[in-house]
Each structure stands twice: as structure tokens, then as C-alpha cells.
């Protein structure tokens, strides 16, 4: 009986041993299984941190505003975590016009407090972060009436509220993706002498106007037919348009020039984003003979139309407009690419005349004429064709009174009737303003 109690005993004392050993062998996995928390987590926190300051860091550094480098913009905000001398940083930039993406990526090491007892010394953290800004882009053309009828006090307050348009369209944050063509028209459209020149325009041998020497028109002929096309015209052997008046005029009146083709100094401004220089044409604007709202309509739609490819090269070729922007005319189809045209006059559309012989006179008599009704038509025919197009059309009836003809040509013109404007006086001012704040509202939306 002593034996046998004297060998469970021994069996007791072995069995503990066992446990003792397996607790021994279990404490190092345990510990490691139980530490490894810990290391997760505090891997956990330190990629949460990263991730939080490269997402800001590559935010701020997309801004198309952004002055700085974007190494430089990524490591002021790595350098607000407490590790940040030991987090590496690299990244892709893309810049366009209107656009700026970057990519970044972020590393960091860091040691084990348990898990290196498994052998995994270091863990390394890892994070990407990718943002982009695109700014939409928008073209617009301007087209302004300076018939004789503009003088006195309206020229002047169109002036002053033009070139305040062109500030509220053009700001420091806006000027990188916007363009503004601006298309001064009478009886017609001067395309300026360089232009017309490298388009291949056939220039007649016309009489200079003896009391303005310096005087040199270069107005394309637009075929009727051509009014409303989706197509731009060839313009390579196309007729100048003669030089000649049709209204009597007073030289004394140095608003006044009176040329049906507007001169030189007043030919289209293509595609700008220079403020200054744009509110520098303007401020100059004088005044013609006629109105040729379709004519000018024309313009504006074919420097929106992407076919337009000859007329930007040959005003990027005789130095009038930047190469910045010889992607533009950009596609109809562009999601990225709001196109607008402003359209403003202060009556109706004169009868479009061109005299029989244009050697004669610059005096216009005799004469043939397209009648006042036709051109409304061809206007009405641009103005539907834009807006196929998804060309957004905004119009100013200056001083129309209670011309109903006018009011109704400019409001059927426009998008919609609420796009449509009428302005007396400084009036015109905020028209404009109503144009511009619309413009900025239809973008944020598109």
C-alpha cells in the first residue's frame, strides 16, 4: 500500500512538470501572439497619421494656385508628423493648362516591441494618396455693335462696362483656363491685315479714303448661303470687301470713322487671357458705319467652331494670338469646354449694301444690297445652329427702347429669356455683371 501511494505521488510531481514545461513552451508564442496587438496598432496609427498628412500634403500641392514646388509643399506637411525625418516621400506630377494631378507616395520604419521575437523586426508602412484639379475651360466670344448710332454717352458707358466684364471674367483664378475673343463689328467684321493676309484673301485694288490715309480694311465677302453653317468657309482667293460708306458722316465727330469695314485698329482680338490688353482694345473701340449683327454673330460662332483650325493658325502665324492656345477652338463634344457667346447691340440690323464698282468711289452709289429682313434671317439661322451646338448665347439689347423687332431678334437669339438682356445707360454695367456671375454659376454646374 506505502508503494503504491509513494508512485501516484511520483506521477503528481511529473505531471506538474509537464505543465511547467508546455507553459514554458506556450510563453513566448503567447507573449508574441498577445505584443503583436500592440505593434498592429501602433502601425495602425502611425499609417492613419500618414495617410492624413500626405492626403493634405497632395491636395495643397494639386491647387492650380499653388505657388510652390510640390516636393517642397509635400514635405512641409510630412514635416508636421513627429517621425518625419524618417518618412520617405516620391511622386509623379502631371501639368496641363487647366489642370494639375500629382501622385505621391509615403514610407516609413518602424521597429517591434514583441513581434521581433518572432523575428520581424521592423514593420514598414506604406500609404498613397493621388488628387487632381481641373479647372473647366471657357471660351467666349465677345461681339460688340459700334455703329455710328453708339455715339455720345453710349460708346462710353459700353467701354466702361466691357472692360469691367473682362475683370470679373478674367481673375487671377480664372485667367488660366478662360479665353475671350472680342469682335467689334459695324457693317462688318475686320479680321486685321496680318489674318486676312496669311488666310490667302484677295485683296482688291480699291481706292485710299483721302481723309484717312492710314485706313485699311480687311473685311472677308461671307456668302449668304454660309450664314448658320456648320462648315467654315475657305477663305484662300475670297474678295476683300471694298472699301466705302453708305450713311453721310461728319469728320469732325472723332468718334466717328464711318468705314463700313471697320479699320485696323479695330479688328478681332483673338483668344486672350490678358486683361489688360483686352481693356487696352476696348478702351480704343471706335465708330463705324452699319450693323451687321449677323456678320458678327458669324465671327463669334467660327472662332467656337473646333473646324476653325486655319483661322487660330493663321493668327498664331502673324503674331495675334498666343501658340498658348492653339488647341482651341476646343470639340462640341469637349465635356471640359463651356462655350459662350455675348452678343450686344443697341438696334436692328441695317441692310447689308457693297457697291457696284468699287473703283468708283468710296462714296457708296450705285449699289446692290442684301435687304434688312434677309439678314435677320441669317441671324436667326447662327444663332439656332450655336445653340444645337450647346454654344450657351447671351444677348444685350442697349437702349432698344420700345423697338419690339429688336427686342424680339435679341431675345430669340439668346439661350433662353432669361438670357437675355435689357440695359439703358450705365445699366449696361450690370448686365454685364449678371453675364459674368451666370457664367461662373454655369461652369460650377456643367
Known amino acids: 500500500m506505502g508503494k503504491l501511494h509513494r508512485t501516484a505521488a511520483s506521477l503528481l510531481r511529473n505531471e506538474r512538470g509537464n505543465v511547467a514545461m508546455i507553459f514554458a513552451l506556450l510563453l513566448v508564442p503567447l507573449i508574441v501572439a498577445g505584443g503583436a496587438g500592440v505593434d498592429l496598432a501602433r502601425y495602425e496609427a502611425v499609417r492613419v497619421e500618414m495617410q492624413d498628412g500626405l492626403d493634405r500634403g497632395v ?3 494639386a491647387s492650380l494656385s499653388q505657388k510652390q514646388k510640390t516636393g517642397d509643399v509635400l514635405k512641409s506637411y510630412m514635416n ?4 518625419a525625418n524618417d518618412v520617405a516621400v516620391d511622386f509623379s506630377e502631371t501639368t496641363a493648362l487647366n489642370s494639375r494631378k500629382i501622385t505621391a507616395h509615403a514610407s516609413y520604419t518602424i521597429g517591434t516591441a514583441f513581434l521581433h521575437l518572432a523575428g520581424v523586426k521592423t514593420l514598414t508602412v506604406q500609404t498613397v494618396s493621388s488628387a487632381e484639379e481641373a479647372k473647366q475651360n471657357i471660351e467666349l466670344s465677345l461681339m460688340l455693335d459700334m455703329s455710328g448710332s453708339m455715339t455720345g454717352s453710349k460708346i462710353t458707358n459700353l467701354k466702361t462696362a466691357s472692360q469691367q466684364f473682362i475683370d470679373q471674367i478674367l481673375t487671377e483664378d480664372t485667367k488660366s483656363y478662360t479665353t475671350v475673343s472680342i469682335i467689334p463689328y459695324a457693317g462688318h467684321v475686320n479680321v486685321g491685315a496680318a489674318v486676312f493676309d496669311k488666310l490667302g484673301g484677295k485683296r482688291l485694288n480699291v481706292q485710299i479714303p483721302k481723309n484717312d490715309p492710314n485706313y485699311k480694311g480687311s473685311c472677308f465677302e461671307l456668302d449668304n448661303s454660309g450664314y448658320g453653317s456648320e462648315a467654315i468657309p475657305t477663305f484662300k482667293d475670297r474678295s476683300q470687301l471694298p472699301t466705302f460708306t453708305n450713311w453721310n458722316y ?35 473701340l ?4 452699319g450693323t451687321g449683327t449677323q456678320n458678327a454673330m458669324q465671327w463669334g460662332y467660327m472662332l467656337l467652331n473646333p473646324a476653325a483650325s486655319s483661322i487660330v493658325q493663321a493668327a498664331i502665324a502673324s503674331g495675334q494670338m498666343s501658340s498658348t492656345f492653339a488647341n482651341r477652338p476646343a470639340s462640341f463634344s469637349d465635356a471640359d469646354t463651356m462655350k459662350v457667346l455675348v452678343l450686344m447691340t443697341d438696334g436692328l440690323i441695317t441692310a447689308q449694301y457693297r457697291p457696284n464698282d468699287y473703283n468708283r468711289s468710296p462714296d457708296l452709289s450705285p449699289s446692290n444690297y442684301t435687304m434688312a429682313g434677309d439678314t435677320a434671317s441669317y441671324l436667326s439661322k447662327i444663332c439656332t445652329t450655336a445653340k444645337a451646338k450647346g454654344i450657351t448665347i447671351f444677348t444685350i439689347g442697349f437702349e432698344l427702347g420700345n423697338d419690339t423687332t429688336a427686342i424680339n431678334g435679341m431675345k430669340n437669339c439668346a439661350t433662353s429669356a432669361a438670357h437675355f438682356y435689357q440695359a439703358s445707360g450705365t445699366g449696361i454695367g450690370d448686365a454685364f455683371k449678371s453675364i459674368s456671375t451666370s457664367i461662373r454659376k454655369l461652369r460650377l454646374t456643367q
Open 59 to 61: 491636395l495643397a500641392a
Open 80 to 83: 508636421n508628423l513627429s517621425y
Open 250 to 284: 461728319n469728320t469732325t465727330d472723332k468718334q466717328k470713322k464711318w468705314w463700313w469695314c471697320p479699320g485696323e485698329e479695330d479688328a478681332i482680338t483673338f483668344f486672350s487671357n490678358d486683361a489688360a490688353y483686352l481693356k487696352s482694345r476696348l478702351g480704343s
Open 286 to 289: 471706335a465708330l463705324y458705319d
